[in-house]
C-alpha cells in the first residue's frame, strides 16, 4: 500500500491528497485557519463520521449504460450537483485564489459563491468567470449590506446566499493556540515570521505577489490593516448578532434574484425560511465551525427535506470529500451538495487545474457510485439506494 505521506510526487487522487499537499504548502497557521472547527471539533468530526456510517445496496444486472450527473439547481444548468462553498480569507492560501477556483468551477459546470469576506473582489471574479453567486454577512451598517447586495445584482450574480448560522463567530482552539485573535509579544511574532519564512513557495508566490491583506469587497472599509488580525478584529466587531428573520424579509424585497438561506439545522428554521421567501435552504452548521456540539448536517437534513415537503431547494455541506458522499445526501433527499475545504486544499496545493481535477473526481466518483447502485439518473438515487 502507498503510504499517502510519501505519495507527494503522485497525481492527487481526492480532497484527501489534496489536504495533504496544502498542508506542506501553507504556514501553519493559515492550515490550521482552515483545516480546524470549532472547539474539540466533535461537530467537524461527526459530520464526516455519520456519512461514513452510511452503507450503499449494491445493485447488480441493471443497465447503467447511459447515466447523467447533469441537473439543474434553482434553474441553472450544472454538470453535476455540487457548488463551491463561500470560503472568507481563501485568497490568503493561493494567489488570488478566488479567481482560479470560480475559472475552475465555471470550466467544469458549476457554480461558485464568492464570500463577502473573499480577497479578490466579485468584479474581479466575475471578470474572470461568468456570474458567480454572491454570499452575504450582514454587517452591522445595514447601508453597507445594502450596498454588498446592489453589487451583486450589478455583477449579474443569479443567486444571493444568506449565511446565517454566524451571528457571533465560533471560538476555534487551533486558532487560539496559534495567536490568530491575540496581540503577540516579541516571541509570538517571531514565531509567527519563522511560520512564513519556513513555506518560501506560499511566501513568494501569495505573499508577495498575491496581494493577501486586501478584502476585495471590503475594500476601504479597514484602511489602516496591516495584518489578518487587523481585518478579523474588525470583522469580529462588524458581525452584527441582532440580525433576525425581519432582516430576512427585508434582503428578500431588496435582492431580485435567487435567494438561499445557508446554516440552517433545525426543521422549523428551514420552513420558517422558505416561508419567508428562501428559494433553497443549505442545511449546515457551518463546516463544524460554530456551534460544537450540533449534530451532523447529514443527520440533519432527512427531517428537513420531509418538513420542507418540496417547497423549496435543500442543499447539504460539511464533510462531503467525494462523490460518494454526494449521491448519499442525495438519496437522502438533498438537490446538491456544497464543498469547502475540499476546494481550498485543492487550490493551495496545485491552484485552479487542482480546483478543476477535483470537480472532474468528484464527478467520475457520483458516476460509478449511480452505475453501481443501479442508477442512470440523479432522480433514481433514493432512500432505496441506501441499506
Ligand atoms: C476557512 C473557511 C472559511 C469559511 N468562510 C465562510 C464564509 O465566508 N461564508 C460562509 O457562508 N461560509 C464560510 N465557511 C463555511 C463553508 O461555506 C461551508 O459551509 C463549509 O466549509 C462546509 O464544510 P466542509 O468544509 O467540510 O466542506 C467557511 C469555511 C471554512 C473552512
Redesign the pocket.
Known amino acids: 500500500m502507498t503510504r499517502p505521506e510519501r505519495s507527494l510526487n503522485l497525481v492527487p487522487a481526492g480532497a484527501d491528497d489534496y489536504r495533504r499537499r496544502a498542508r506542506r504548502r501553507l504556514p501553519r497557521q493559515l492550515f490550521d485557519?482552515?483545516d480546524g472547527g470549532a472547539l474539540t471539533e466533535a461537530t467537524?468530526r461527526a459530520?464526516r463520521r455519520d456519512l461514513d456510517a452510511i452503507e450503499f445496496r449494491q445493485r447488480v444486472l441493471r443497465d447503467v449504460t447511459d447515466r447523467s450527473s447533469a441537473t439543474t439547481i434553482l434553474g441553472q444548468a450544472v454538470a453535476q450537483p455540487v457548488i463551491l462553498?463561500?470560503?472568507?480569507?481563501?485568497g490568503m492560501m493561493a494567489r488570488r485564489a478566488e479567481v482560479q477556483a470560480a475559472t475552475a468551477a465555471h470550466q467544469q459546470g458549476v457554480p461558485f459563491?464568492e464570500?463577502?469576506?473573499?480577497i479578490c473582489s466579485l468584479d474581479e471574479v466575475s471578470a474572470a468567470s461568468t456570474a458567480p453567486w454572491f454570499?452575504l454577512?450582514v454587517m452591522r451598517d445595514r447601508g453597507f449590506a445594502a450596498e454588498l447586495i446592489d453589487r451583486a445584482a450589478d455583477a449579474r450574480c443569479p443567486t444571493l446566499?444568506l449565511?446565517v448560522d454566524?451571528a457571533v463567530v465560533g471560538r476555534r482552539y487551533r486558532d487560539v493556540r496559534n495567536g490568530v485573535d491575540a496581540l503577540l509579544g516579541p516571541w509570538g511574532r517571531a514565531r509567527r515570521a519563522m511560520d512564513f519564512a519556513l513555506h518560501p513557495r506560499w511566501a513568494l508566490d501569495v505573499a508577495r505577489r498575491g496581494r493577501p491583506l486586501v478584502f476585495g469587497n471590503l475594500e476601504g472599509a479597514v484602511p489602516d490593516a496591516r495584518m489578518p488580525t487587523d481585518f478579523q478584529r474588525w470583522i469580529a466587531s462588524q458581525f452584527d448578532p441582532s440580525v433576525t428573520w425581519d432582516d430576512l424579509e427585508w434582503i428578500r424585497g431588496r435582492w431580485p434574484g435567487s435567494l438561499v438561506v445557508?446554516?440552517v439545522l433545525e426543521p422549523d428554521d428551514a420552513v420558517r425560511a422558505l416561508e419567508r421567501g428562501a428559494d433553497a435552504v443549505?442545511v449546515?452548521n457551518?463546516?463544524?465551525?460554530q456551534l460544537d456540539g450540533a449534530p451532523s448536517t447529514i443527520r440533519s437534513l432527512p427531517a428537513i427535506v420531509d418538513a420542507a415537503g418540496g417547497r423549496g431547494e435543500i442543499y447539504l455541506?460539511?464533510?462531503?470529500?467525494s462523490g460518494q458522499d454526494v449521491a448519499k445526501a442525495l438519496a437522502l433527499g438533498a438537490r446538491a451538495c456544497?464543498?469547502?475545504?475540499?476546494w481550498?486544499y485543492a487550490v493551495a496545493a496545485s491552484g485552479s487545474s487542482g480546483v478543476a481535477a477535483l470537480l472532474a473526481g468528484l464527478r467520475d466518483e457520483l458516476l460509478v457510485t449511480m452505475a453501481l447502485t443501479g442508477c442512470r439518473s440523479l432522480e433514481d438515487l433514493g432512500p432505496e439506494t441506501l441499506r
Open positions: 485557519y482552515v467537524m459530520n462553498a463561500p470560503v472568507g480569507f481563501a459563491v464570500s463577502t469576506l473573499s454570499q454577512y446566499v449565511t454566524l445557508k446554516g443549505v449546515s457551518h463546516g463544524g465551525r455541506d460539511g464533510g462531503i470529500r456544497l464543498i469547502g475545504r475540499p481550498v
